[in-house]
Nanobody, 120 residues
Framework: QVQLVESGGGLVQPGGSLRLSCAAS????????MGWYRQAPGKQRELVAD???????KYAESVKGRFTISRDNAKNTVSLQMNSLKPEDTAVYYC??????????????WGQGTQVTVSS
C-alpha cells in the first residue's frame, strides 16, 4: 500500500536542465530504497539512479556527472536533478520504491511515469 506520484517531466532543449520529483504516501515504513528508472522507445527499462534511506546512491554510467538523486526522508520524497540533458535522455521516467517484506523478499512500487523529451 504505497503510492508514488511523479512530477516535473516535460520538454527541454539539449543542454538544459530538468528536475523530477516523486512523493511516496501510504505505508512507507518498510521502504528501504527509492529510485528512478527510464524506458525509451524500443529499449529496455533501465535504472537511472537509486538511493537508500541512508543516502547510498547508484547511477547508470550514462548519467554519472550529469544527474543527481536526492531524498528527503521527512517528506518521503525522492528527486532527480538532470543537467546537461541529451536527446538520448528522452524517455518515460518512472519512480520506484522497494518495500522489504522479509529478509529475502521485497515488493516494488511504481509511479505512473512522466515523459521527458530532450529536443530542439
Amino acid at each position: 500500500q504505497v503510492q508514488l506520484v511523479e512530477s516535473g517531466g516535460g520538454l527541454v532543449q539539449p543542454g538544459g536542465s530538468l528536475r523530477l520529483s516523486c512523493a511516496a504516501s501510504g505505508n512507507i515504513f518498510n521502504i528501504y530504497g527509492m529510485g528512478w528508472y527510464r524506458q525509451a522507445p524500443g529499449k529496455q527499462r533501465e535504472l537511472v539512479a537509486d538511493i537508500t534511506t541512508g543516502g547510498r546512491t547508484k547511477y547508470a554510467e550514462s548519467v554519472k556527472g550529469r544527474f543527481t538523486i536526492s531524498r528527503d526522508n521527512a517528506k518521503n520524497t525522492v528527486s532527480l536533478q538532470m543537467n546537461s540533458l541529451k536527446p538520448e535522455d528522452t524517455a518515460v521516467y518512472y519512480c520506484n520504491a522497494e518495500e522489504g517484506v522479509d529478509y529475502d523478499m521485497a515488493i516494488d512500487y511504481w509511479g505512473q511515469g512522466t515523459q521527458v523529451t530532450v529536443s530542439s
